[in-house]
């Protein structure tokens, strides 16, 4: 299994930014994929999840901003992140949960910088 994320960037607060993870590599029944973030010193956190059934969560800082949506076809998972803030500064990672099994998998890392 592989992830490859991608779509970071520098962009002033307010912007728009559309970061895209692609996976390879399973055939996962039950499953959830998420975007986390990571900023300095800070622990990672879950930004956003989907499941296979196709329900949502956000975190409450991104409510309203960032959408999680999936494209099948493409194995790919994306987040639109609107308004960004400087507080949104941070490597995101995209995640790939077997709920059957337990297992997590993780993409590279890509670097978000939100300038004031």
């Known amino acids: 299994v592989q992830l490859q994320a991608s779509g970071g960037g520098l962009v002033q607060a307010g912007g728009s930014l559309r970061l895209s993870c692609v996976t390879t590599?399973?055939?996962?029944?039950?499953?959830?994929m998420g975007w986390y973030r990571q900023a300095p010193e800070k622990q990672r956190e879950l930004v956003a999840a989907?499941?296979?059934?196709?329900?949502?969560n956000y975190a409450d800082s991104v409510k309203g901003r960032f959408t999680i949506s999936r494209d099948n076809a493409k194995n790919t998972v994306y987040l639109q992140m609107n308004n960004l803030k400087p507080e949104d500064t941070a490597v995101y990672y995209c995640?790939?949960?077997?709920?059957?099994?337990?297992?997590?998998?993780w993409g590279q890392g890509t670097q978000v910088t939100v300038s004031s």
């Open positions: 995640n790939l949960h077997n709920v059957q099994f337990g297992s997590n998998y």
């Open positions: 590599g399973f055939i996962f029944s039950n499953y959830i």
């Open positions: 989907t499941t296979s059934g196709g329900s949502t």
